[in-house]
């Protein structure tokens, strides 16, 4: 996943142990090989190097499901969340300091566009050269509600996983205390702005300031707007409650690409539990307890 992961549960044994974390383990190892586009064998990796070719693949029903998910998410945010955007990494790099230009950032725009794709789960592909799918947004998430699931099909009640802050629970401690999960501050390391209690279900964060860079006094963030190819300003941080941590996600990615105001209207009008961080590291939170 490229990023600190945790596992945690309470286990009746060792072998019980053994056999949970062993199924978390091969399951990432499995969606890592099946969605990465940093593995050159993934069927991701596959579908990208024959865009605008007449290559065609069949889509499996794990895959297809992710992708009427990402249908209704593009849908629900106006275009916002978009699976095709990722190809804009190639011109904005926040290892390097540099500010694109115009005309690079309209001739990527033209590779994007969920609403390009023919939905066809037998006879898939991606009709624009340089067009690239990227579950990122996605698969960290769908992984946590995943691992999830496999630790309470092994009798383990008890458990948290943490895929780099994209996290699910199942089941709070044994005694009913709840899992307390401090939401970062934005500059300050290791001080949480918030605490959350999370008995169940999933919570996912999404902010500008883990990659971003700083020019000519102003902030370019990693959360890039697939519309206009810049990125977006507005909140700082943003962290959603929801039954399954796929849910959370996107609504935490939503809100941020949204800007500020629309962001926490759009976000207060869903009815999920969050928190929100403005540029001043002023918080708000819906969260009850």
Known sequence: MGSPCALSFYCESEQQFDQAKGACVEEMARLEAKY????????ISKINNAAGTEQLFEIDTETWILMQYATIAHRESDGLFDITSGVLR?????????VPSQEDINRTLDKIGFDKLPMEQQAFRLPVTGMEL???GIVKEYAADVLANFIGEVGIRHGLVDLAGDIAAAGPHPDGRPWEIGIRHPAIPGEPVAKIALHSGGLASSGDYARCFVLD????????????????????????????CIVAGTLATIAMLKGEEEGKKWIAETG??????????????QFKG
């Not at 990465?36 to 069927?43: E, F, G, M, N």
């Not at 190639?90 to 540099?98: A, G, L, V």
């Not at 969050?274 to 002023?282: G, K, N, S």
């Open 36 to 43: 990465s586009r940093y593995q050159p064998d993934s069927l």
């Open 90 to 98: 190639q011109i904005w790099d926040f290892k390097n300091p540099t």
């Open 272 to 285: 999920a539990p969050y928190v929100t961080i403005d540029q001043h590291f002023r918080v708000e939170s």
């Open 134 to 136: 990227d579950f990122g």
């Open 217 to 244: 006094d102003k902030k370019y963030s990693h959360i890039l707007n697939p519309i206009t190819g810049w990125p977006v300003e507005g909140l700082a941080g943003v962290s959603v409650w929801a039954e399954q």
